[in-house]
């Protein structure tokens, strides 16, 4: 076997490592390029955050690049699983870097004025100013949406597991690319597309906030996590909505009984967007076309994401053809 052969072998990259590369590398750019996003304390003293953010998606950079190395095959369950789903851990980093960016990106500005306007052309009022009005006397309905709000971010990070704890391995590593691509993406976007939300650009709504809401421990939750982190500058298309649906979609693919659950599940979520004033309906809207879109056309990558990724040895081939003998039979039997 020759040395190209060999370190062709030895380097076994999965499809999303190249996302997470190329991802980290855009947000590193933007970050050393829009370095006056607020600062952070290191070693003593104050440092633009942008150079840190900027060093630290170098490193994730780095980390999915070294991911590779790891051998396909012969792994311990749980060090397979994290190889496997690791992405998740960044998630949330490039959403909220996303925000900060945004605001420096074009100048910070905002297009909320089109989506308000959108929404009052629509309905002749603000549904984010209106729903909320209707139930916010009831501590059970104010709990029931802030609860289904969190549980967005349960399913999210959930729901790709399935298909893995089920021992369907290829059928696992499909939907978290496309989970992840989806994710990826629309954090990008928001980079440069800047929509602060109804309780962002509305007066009424930022001055009364969330005080006096009565509710359990979701709406305390929030009205504390509202109270400390910036989370103006994402709200065209709601990724709520979005990650939802491609949830939904990982959900039947994984298995189909799991379908009435994710839908009323659906319902819930998407409601409670709009309920605490957090987006516009259109951005409801948004969310629902861009998952329409981006679904299919992610799936359809899939392949040759595999192909780039190139032949990870005999190994892995077979593991990888057990794998999806086993996703077939287990489709079969749905």
């Keep these: 076997m020759s040395p190209a052969s060999a370190m062709h072998r030895a380097y076994s990259p999965e499809p999303h490592d190249p996302v997470i590369v190329i991802a980290s590398s855009i947000f590193a750019i933007a970050s050393f390029a829009f370095p006056d996003t607020g600062s952070l304390g290191l070693f003593g003293s104050q440092v633009p955050r942008g150079y840190v953010m900027g060093a630290a998606f170098t490193l994730f950079a ?28 960044f998630l949330v980093l490039f959403f909220t870097e996303s925000i900060m960016l945004s605001s420096r990106v074009f100048g910070g500005v905002s297009h909320d004025a089109a989506f308000a306007a959108a929404d009052q052309w629509i309905f002749g009022f603000q549904p984010a100013r209106e729903f909320h009005k209707v139930f916010e006397s009831s501590a059970f309905v104010n709990e029931l949406m802030y609860g289904s709000y969190f549980l967005y971010f349960v399913l999210l990070i959930v729901t790709p597991w399935a298909a893995w704890l089920m021992g369907r391995r290829e059928e696992a590593k499909k939907l978290l690319f496309v ?21 962002y650009y509305f007066t009424d709504l930022r001055e009364a906030w ?25 709200a065209f298309p709601s ?21 009435p659950f994710y ?15 957090a987006h516009y309906f259109v951005d409801v809207l948004g969310g629902l076309a861009y998952a329409l879109v981006a679904v299919p056309l992610i799936s359809r990558t899939y392949p040759l994401a595999l192909r780039l990724c190139g032949s990870r040895g005999a190994s892995s081939r077979r593991n990888d053809a057990s794998g999806a003998k086993a996703d077939t039979e287990a489709r079969a039997g749905l």
Excluded: C, W
């Design 179 to 199: 989970s992840v691509v989806a994710m990826v993406t629309l954090s990008t976007f928001y980079i440069f597309y800047r929509v602060q939300g109804p309780k």
């Design 62 to 89: 780095a980390a999915a690049i070294l991911a590779g190395l790891l051998p396909p095959s012969n792994q311990p369950k749980f060090l397979s699983f994290f190889r496997l789903f690791y992405p998740q851990a």
């Design 263 to 277: 839908a009323v599940a659906s319902i819930f979520i998407l409601s409670s967007t709009v309920y605490i004033y």
């Design 239 to 259: 990724t709520h909505v979005a990650m939802t649906a491609v949830t939904g979609y990982i959900a039947y693919r994984t298995d189909r009984r799991l379908l």
């Design 210 to 234: 969330y005080d006096g809401i009565e509710g359990g421990i979701f709406v305390s939750f929030f009205q504390r996590l509202f109270s400390t982190a910036m989370l103006s500058g994402a």
